[in-house]
């Protein structure tokens, strides 16, 4: 503080009024890329969607009888619900969703097919480890053929949310902070370059 006092008392009003300007913006950005690490970290905590049989989006020759889910944490048996509806909305699970005796993170409920072509999965859970709940939803369809206009298949996707991209979260943060701190020095050297007047020859008057 007593640094930037020194700058603007050797610089021009105007000058010193752009170099507040942009820091007051550096500390902002660097609220919200902090905000944003917080943010990433509880998303991280919930019992996310990880895989299930059927897998979303897949084509089916005939309707499941069952329909398994695995998560990223432990599940709580309150607050957990799958429900399974066809595409005239009616529900076909039957039962209710239970946790695998197994694998707590796991959990699965029956279904009885009505002859639709295609199926919404919608879930809800609480994690047992943090208590946070965590809700989604998948489609799977259904045909004899095998194929079906009714879903995209997507590529299989890791388990892991750091490995999901070439980049992780933390790095790609502090890539941006060192552009904001090179942008304000850039800033801050430019305008002082303006500020500073020409230094007269002894040959000029």
């Given at each position: ?52 049989n059927p ?84 489609v799977f ?65």
């Amino acid at each position: 503080m007593h640094r930037f006092r020194f700058v603007c008392r050797v610089l021009p009003p105007r000058a010193c009024a752009r170099i507040r300007g942009v820091l007051s913006l550096v500390g902002i950005a660097i609220a919200m890329l902090l905000s944003l690490v917080v943010t990433v970290g509880v998303a991280d905590a919930h019992a996310a969607y990880v895989s299930s049989n059927p897998a979303a989006n897949t084509v089916l020759k005939t309707a499941p009888t069952t329909i398994t889910i695995t998560f990223a944490q432990n599940l709580n048996p309150q607050g957990l619900s799958i429900v399974i509806y066809g595409n005239k909305g009616d529900v076909v699970s039957t039962g209710t969703a239970q946790i695998s005796s197994t694998d707590p993170k796991t959990a699965s409920v029956t279904m009885k097919g009505d002859g639709s072509d295609i199926y919404r999965v919608d879930w809800n859970n609480v994690s047992a480890e943090d208590g946070d709940p965590t809700l989604g939803a998948f489609v799977f369809a259904v045909d004899p053929s095998g194929t079906s206009d009714k879903v995209t298949p997507v590529a299989a996707t890791s388990t892991k949310a750091s490995t999901s991209s070439g980049v992780s979260v933390l790095i790609a943060i502090l890539i941006g902070l060192a552009g904001l701190v090179v942008g304000a020095g850039a800033t801050y050297l430019g305008t002082r370059a303006r500020a500073t007047p020409p230094v007269k020859s002894q040959g000029q008057r």
